[in-house]
């Protein structure tokens, strides 16, 4: 009897033992590709974004110190460069350098937006916009009675690059270019008031009253990201900001 049950018994271990052997072998080339993956597994999570630096394997940012064990002496393990100047070595460093220079940027501190390794947010960021904005912006000041629906969706997606720009309060373009582009019915100031003789109040190429320092532009009159009165005028009776007649 015994003997008659031995070719059904034998395939079924031959079976198991091939698949326990094939998973001690991925294991080992896993483990012999990346020998930091094993202790280091919360770097990557499942549903997050990895850094395409990963994929060169870690010694391509960080280098074991001679003389130091791994993991048990603090400072075995170096960046082979500061930040920035590492992540120079791949992301063009002429992007991130302007007129304008976002402050995290000027410090050399691209970790306090984005996670070297991997995040659950979009371009490795700490958190998604806004609310990665609102670590160092009030979020007050985006969020009064009335609000700019592009200031809420995405600071950096429309109106401001978060590195670096040849234009003030790193703007693309100019502020009226950049408001036009949605705003066209109101270039040429004529929303505001027409004058006898047809002259039209002016939206650019004039000091700002309340600013002289400044040009006028549509931010004089209305404030790019919320407000408390509607269409995001500064002042209930906007216009006796500058005309005091009025």
């Known amino acids: 009897m015994f003997m008659r049950r031995m070719p059904l018994f034998m395939p079924a271990c031959a079976v198991l033992l091939i698949m326990i052997f094939f998973s001690v072998l991925q294991g080992t080339a896993v483990s012999s590709e990346n ?4 202790c280091h597994q919360d770097l990557i999570q499942p549903g997050t974004v990895a850094h395409p630096a990963l994929s060169f ?3 391509v940012c960080h280098d074991p110190v001679p003389g130091k064990k791994h993991p048990h002496e603090r400072g075995s393990v170096l ?3 500061g930040v920035p100047d590492l992540c120079y070595t791949c992301h063009d460093e002429s992007k991130f350098r302007g007129n304008y220079v976002h ?3 000027s410090k050399g501190d691209c970790t306090s937006c984005h996670m070297p390794h991997a995040s659950g947010a979009s371009n490795l960021l700490q958190k998604e916009r806004p609310d990665l904005c609102f670590i160092c912006h009030k979020e007050k000041n985006f969020s009064r009675e009335y609000t700019h629906s592009v200031a809420i969706s995405g600071c950096g997606k429309r109106c401001h690059n ?5 234009n003030q309060y790193l703007l693309p373009q100019r502020i009226n270019e950049l408001c036009i582009g949605c705003h066209s019915a109101q270039e040429t100031g004529m929303h505001i008031v027409t004058l006898p003789g047809g002259r039209i109040h002016p939206i650019r190429g004039v ?3 309340r600013v002289p320092t400044k040009e006028l532009s549509c931010a004089s009159c209305h404030n790019p990201h919320s407000a408390k009165y509607s269409k995001l005028y500064k002042s209930r009776k906007n216009c006796r900001r500058c005309h005091k007649l009025y």
């Open 35 to 38: 020998p930091c993956s094993p």
């Open 57 to 59: 394997g870690c010694l």
């Open 79 to 81: 960046l082979k460069k």
């Open 103 to 105: 402050a995290p940027i």
């Open 162 to 166: 978060p590195h670096a720009n040849a």
């Open 207 to 209: 000091p700002d009253p």
